[in-house]
């Protein structure tokens, strides 16, 4: 009888130990969703979708306006910003897609001069007491370039600049060709200047080949002049800055971007997950949409051969 006693109290003991255990599990997982998913972010390349334009505008009055549809960064002494110029005495949050767009959630101010210029934003704005996010879309001015493969064996070599995130924009710098790099004297013009950075930090000096009248990346001479080293292999990679100035309505303000270059011998060598990232952000550029998740640093990737 003692003996089916104690058996009873280990069995009852043990029962609860697994309820308490399971409404543990099921509490940390309820705490990591609610951490980590925000309803008004949804992006394919992380497995959600992001917020559309309204159709009717009317219908969301309270969408930020920043008084014209591109914002161009000034040169300035210290950051520059610019205000909304509706929602005065509204109060409510700033949000905005995707990332690299730096604004305060409270009074929408955009600090341009700490932002990622040449992309595509949206901003939206939750008025407080209401549900609605009111969207509205904000080009930061400035250079990006597409997101690539570039087959060595197909002499596709050159990664050109997209202008003010249009990848139809017709160039706003002069022709250039092989010759124009630090290395021979070449310092951009009164239109375009790139690789602006002080000897030693330039992206030439990395072995990076970008020319300096109109930004055009020759990854072939890249490769073949040492960007890698001596033994490059599949999966090698580097991000490098790059340092420019236009001469559009950012007047001359100096500007930079960062490019991930990854070395692979042919196409069937890239991951899968890799090249599908790629598509993607480049048909919602060719799209006129904003490039989700993370669209910096550009990802611009060498193969080889093509099979």
Not at 102 to 129: H, P, Q
Not at 171 to 184: L, Q, V
Not at 260 to 280: C, H, M, Q
Request: charged share 20%; with cysteine.
């Amino acid at each position: 009888m003692k003996s089916r006693l104690c058996t009873c109290l280990l069995l009852f003991s043990f029962a609860l130990f697994l309820a308490f255990a399971a409404c543990s599990k099921a509490n940390r997982s309820g705490t990591d969703a609610e951490t980590n998913t925000d309803p008004l972010v949804d992006s394919p390349l992380s497995g959600s979708t992001t917020p559309t334009l309204p159709t009717n505008p009317n219908l969301c009055p309270n969408a930020p306006s920043y008084g014209d549809s591109i914002i161009y960064l000034q040169p300035v002494n210290g950051q520059y910003t610019v205000n909304p110029v509706n929602n005065t005495g509204i109060t409510g949050t700033y949000l905005s897609w995707p990332e690299g767009l730096s604004i305060n959630k409270n009074t929408g101010v955009i600090n341009v001069s700490k932002s990622e210029t040449g992309v595509r934003y949206l901003v939206g704005f939750v008025k407080d007491g209401t549900k609605d996010t009111c969207i509205s879309q904000l080009i930061l001015g400035g250079i990006t370039y597409m997101d690539s493969i570039y087959v060595m064996e197909k002499n596709d070599t050159l990664a050109k600049p997209v202008f003010n995130a249009n990848p139809n924009a017709a160039p706003a710098c002069d022709p250039s060709d092989d010759t124009d790099y630090p290395g021979n004297n070449g310092n951009g013009n009164n239109k375009c200047s790139f690789d602006d950075d002080a000897p030693g930090s330039k992206a030439n000096d990395q072995k990076l080949r970008v020319r300096t009248l109109n930004g055009y990346i020759n990854l072939k001479k890249s490769l073949n002049d040492g960007l890698f080293g001596p033994n490059v292999k599949n999966g090698d990679s580097k991000t490098i800055k790059i340092l420019y100035a236009l001469n559009d309505n950012s007047k001359k303000a100096q500007q930079q971007i960062s490019v991930k270059v990854i070395y692979y011998d042919k196409v069937s060598s890239i991951p899968f997950s890799l090249s599908n990232e790629v598509a993607t952000k480049r048909l919602t550029m060719m799209d006129y949409h904003i490039v989700n998740g993370k669209p910096r640093p550009p990802l611009l990737i060498i193969a080889g051969l093509a099979k």
